[in-house]
């Protein structure tokens, strides 16, 4: 873990998000959703793990954190090799997925399987995923979004039960399945 920290210095509180960084996966919401609580909970930063010149980027990325004047605070680590995930789901305070639509949605079981709480938009795939072990929210609402990230950030209880509940969920998932 120390070494990953360091060599992407990640920051001690941060929300994850980690995928590609299509349209689709709804990313200029999630920023909008960070913008709204990130002065409610000091030295939280947001990191978007993913390469940012890929096939599809979403430019509307770029515009919203312009806008919100958030570019001291979102990071972008660029592509994260597979042997290096593992660490960065472990080193957050929450993952989140605020896609529009996914086939499955494997980072949202890795990050179960690390114990990572979950944040996830409701679609038919993150639940079927992550069942009740995830906070769910609007995929259009950036304020029903910002409430969750503020919760699971803030407690401590709730946090803990998504922990377990994930690592729970994940099980019933595995590659010969």
Request: proline fraction near 5%; charge should be neutral; include cysteine.
């Amino acid at each position: 873990l120390k070494a990953v920290k360091e060599k992407y210095d990640l920051p001690e509180n941060f929300i994850l998000y980690l995928g590609t960084m299509q349209p689709r996966k709804n990313l200029p919401l999630l920023v909008e959703a960070y913008g709204k609580i990130q002065a409610r909970v000091p030295g939280l930063k947001l990191i978007l793990a993913g390469g940012k010149n890929t096939y599809n980027f979403d430019r509307d990325i770029g515009k919203a954190i312009h806008r919100l004047s958030l570019s001291e605070d979102v990071i972008f680590t660029g592509y994260v090799p597979e042997e290096e995930k593992n660490a960065f789901f472990r080193l957050a305070r929450v993952f989140c997925s605020p896609s529009l639509y996914e086939g499955f949605g494997i980072p949202v079981l890795e990050a179960m399987s690390a114990g990572t709480p979950v944040i996830a938009s409701e679609i038919p795939a993150h639940r079927e995923i992550a069942g009740d072990s995830a906070l769910f929210f609007n995929y259009s609402d950036a304020t029903d979004l910002a409430e969750k990230i503020y919760r699971i950030c803030t407690d401590d209880e709730l946090r803990l039960n998504l922990i377990n509940s994930g690592k729970e969920q994940a099980k019933n998932f595995s590659w010969k399945n």
